[in-house]
């Protein structure tokens, strides 16, 4: 499967400039055929490439970029506009035509590999001109890596983040394995705790999510309260942006790590050969404004649904975990998870279970157990039981 390392790069000033020039010819061109498109031209790649030659006519300076990149703007395209088709087909409802790139957005460059040159930790980025093609304005991009690359890799992408590191991404194939083992595990996905694992021998897993989002949210809402109280541009402002995005980055940073190491764990590190997990919805975890709401209510639902949305993080993990079970040779089901958690695993009898509620007490066979472990062991029920989905 194929898999992607990023890497942060060191690059002088001078290769700074020509990094940042290089993006700004590859959005502009991007851009100005978006525009053309919006306006109602059709696309067609082939043509769109063929018309290079007259766009360096009109932009002498794209010359200057490397061609391999200018390229990969009218694949970039091509791709969007298929997407773009492919929902209309579908017939979404907000299809969504590709849209302008803004300026202060890096605009990211992909270097197919067979034209890159790695020696040891640094990697040759070439620009545009030299030889035949004229007079060179910017010299190739020499560019540290902070990291190994991978030994053998199929195209790198040049990207750049809110704090103006740069990075380099290598796209790499890797050998799945086979695993020998057998068994299932199931896992029931919360917030309190990110995943609660029952095995057909019995056991239980508990995984904890990302603990600091707390301190996190207070330390953002505190510099951006700050930070609105200045004049907008004054010097402090800015700074107080620039910890607010330092700070942010340091956050999400955490989370991703934490859920990379959950997902590694269940796919990479448990012998279970089939891995479970129900499929709720982000949708279903956010609480709804209804009417009459007291301001009570109300901070609570913010809380609760920035956590959702902002630090929970589901959607991310349960993409970790799909394409690092299928690199672990592990087979992923995702069930059905409705009323696991209202369903005694022992009676089948069902009750309201609020999310306050941790413990999962049955009025009619007095069972006691956490209310994540008892929604693990429904969840591994159904799935043994081949139940069909619920609709
Ligand atoms: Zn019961």
Redo the contacts with the bound molecule.
Sequence with gaps: MLLCKKIKIEVSERDVQTLEFMQDKCRGLYNWWVGKLRRGERWNLEQAKKSLKESKAYDPELRFVYGKLLAEVYFHLDKAMHAFFKRVAEGTKKAGFPRFKPRHQFFTLCYPAMYLEVQGNTLILPTGGGGSWGPKRYSNIVAHLTEEPPEQFREVAVSRDARGNYFCSFVYEQQEQQVAHDGIVTFDLGIKTLATGYTDQGRFYHIGGFKGYRWYNKQLDKIRSKRDRCKKKSRRYIHLSRVYKRVSEQKRNKQHDCLHKASHLIAGTLAERAVVIGDLSQQQMVMHKHENETPKERRKRHIRNRMVYNDWGLYSFVQMLTYKCLLYGKELYLISERDTSKT?H????KQAMPLWKRTYR?E????VMDRDDNSAVNIYQRFVAGLPPHA
């Design positions: 005694c022992v009676c089948k009898q049955c009619n066979c007095g069972l």
